[in-house]
C-alpha cells in the first residue's frame, strides 16, 4: 500500500492542489461568490450616495435662499405651508390626496 501511494504522490498532491484552488477561486474571501457580493454592496453604497448628494444640494439650495440675500417669495411659501396662512379675504383651499 504504500509503494502506491509513493508511486502516486505526484497525482495525489496534484488533485489535492487542483481541488483546494478550485475551492477558494469560489469561495475564498478573494473568490468568486464573494466578489459579486462585495459588487452588489458597491452598487448599493453608490445609489445611497447619489440620494445623500441631491439631498445636500437640496439643502444648500433651500439654506442659500434663506440666508444673506433673503427671498421673500419662499419665506412666504414656507410660512403658508407650515402655519396654513393666508392673507384677509382670502380663501384657503386644502386638497387632500385620495388614493381611491
Do not use: A, C, H, P
Not at 496534484?14 to 477561486?25: G, P, R
Amino acid at each position: 500500500m504504500f509503494d502506491k501511494i509513493q508511486k502516486n504522490f505526484f497525482l495525489l498532491i496534484s488533485t489535492f492542489l487542483i481541488f483546494y484552488f478550485f475551492f477558494n477561486l469560489l469561495d475564498g474571501d478573494r473568490g468568486l461568490f464573494s466578489f459579486f457580493k462585495k459588487k452588489e454592496i458597491l452598487v448599493n453604497l453608490q445609489n445611497q450616495e447619489s440620494e445623500l448628494t441631491s439631498k445636500i444640494k437640496n439643502f444648500e439650495f433651500k439654506n442659500s435662499l434663506l440666508s444673506d440675500n433673503l427671498d421673500l417669495d419662499y419665506v412666504e411659501i414656507l410660512i403658508r405651508k407650515k402655519f396654513l396662512f393666508g392673507e384677509e379675504g382670502e380663501t384657503l383651499y386644502i386638497i387632500s390626496k385620495n388614493d381611491n
